[in-house]
């Protein structure tokens, strides 16, 4: 196992060279798995920006080139091809293992394959993290709570789950991911985290992948109507993406397993929602009501108490502050794209 503070090999990577050289941390060598999508290319950013090397595995599911392009031709990163239901051999000193679709329209769109990636793909993730030494983390999901009975959650709370419904590739897919990471932990020993993510938006979101906050700003944009599902007034906490690469790292630099939930408590009906995509990008924009999807859980908040108490993290930046930013972000691609289309 690679030896995490070693004085030979110390690079300058703490604080521009300002930190003492005998304290100084190694450059660590860091897997990525879905590295190229939404969350994991934010993540890379910030691993990339504090010296360390990165390694990025993705299928290109849902993940793009394009959301990496900038650090090619860096020799700290490396790009590859590659499905994590296959195993593969690698030398690194953690684990990110991201690497699973992540919309319910993404999730359904085959089923099989997404519990595959959730149960066969943790499994390939963990021989390798134990084959290792290396640290590994797993991004469960808010999902595991299901359609929660108890509100806000906590990390306690068992979930109320359908394990034979739509929705099950996904949710029951990250529980057994937890069990695989919890029994690898406990029986062999890995270091594991596990973070429980919340809803969350920011820039590189792919624009069509159905999820609420991507539809409601790629609709006004188009001045398509806003198409709220069911009567509206189901709730959901929308994290802004920064925050929640902030917690990534501190869970895996820390000292605790988890589960944690990583999430901004702010809670939103899709109603409201809806207001504030109007206030931000077009005060006419309609709403339009369409029936709801099955096993739609109706509320979801995290109780942040835990990551508070142990990770000394939580969220900065608010919806109305954030979701500025994705804007900036979609307004780019949208029309950029229907440039390139009408040339
Ligand atoms: P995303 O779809 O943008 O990223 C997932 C990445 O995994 C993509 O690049 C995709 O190509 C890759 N991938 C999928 N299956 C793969 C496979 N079999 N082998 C290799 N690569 C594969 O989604 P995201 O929002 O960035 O989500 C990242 C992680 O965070 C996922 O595990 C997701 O379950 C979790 N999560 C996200 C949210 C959220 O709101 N964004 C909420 C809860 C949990
Ligand atoms: N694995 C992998 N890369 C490695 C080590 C293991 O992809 O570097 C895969 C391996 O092929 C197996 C899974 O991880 O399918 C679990 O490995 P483990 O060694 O825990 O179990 P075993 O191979 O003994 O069943
Ligand atoms: N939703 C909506 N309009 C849309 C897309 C989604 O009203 O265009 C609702 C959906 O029914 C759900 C909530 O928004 O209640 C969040 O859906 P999303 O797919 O973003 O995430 P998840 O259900 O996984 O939390």
Sequence with gaps: ?????????????????????????KSLRILVTGGAGFVGSHLVDRLMDRGDSVI??????????????????????????????????????????????????????????????????????????????????????????????????????????????????????????ETLTMDYHRGLGIEARIARIFNTYGPRMCIDDGRVVSNFVAQALRKEPLTVYGDGKQTRSFQFVSDLVEGLIRLMEGDHVGPFNLGNPGEFTMLELAEVVQEIIDRNARIEFRPNTEDDPHKR?????????????????????????????FRHRIFGDQKEAAG
Excluded at 2 to 25: C, F
Excluded at 145 to 161: F, K, M, R, S
């Design 1 to 25: 196992r690679r030896v995490l503070y070693e004085a030979a090999e110390v690079q300058h990577v703490n604080a521009g060279g300002k930190v003492p050289l005998g304290l100084q941390r």
């Design 56 to 177: 990025v595995v993705d299928n290109y599911f849902t993940g793009k080139k394009d959301n990496l392009i900038h650090h090619f031709g860096n020799p700290r990163f490396e790009l590859i091809r590659h499905d994590v239901v296959e195993p593969i051999l690698l030398e690194v000193d953690q684990i990110y293992h991201l690497a699973c679709p992540a919309s319910p329209v993404h999730y359904k769109f085959n089923p099989v394959k997404t519990i595959k990636t959730n149960v066969v793909g943790t499994l390939n993730m963990l021989g390798l993290a134990k084959r290792v030494g290396a640290r590994f983390l797993l991004t469960s999901t808010s999902e595991v709570y299901g359609d929660p009975l108890q509100h806000p959650q906590a990390e306690t709370y068992w979930g109320n789950v359908n394990p034979i419904g739509v929705r099950s590739c996904y949710d029951e897919g990250k529980r057994t991911a």
């Design 301 to 329: 908040k995290p109780d942040i108490t835990k990551a508070k108490q142990l990770l000394g993290w939580e969220p900065r930046v608010t919806l109305r502050k954030g979701l500025p930013l994705m804007v900036a972000d």
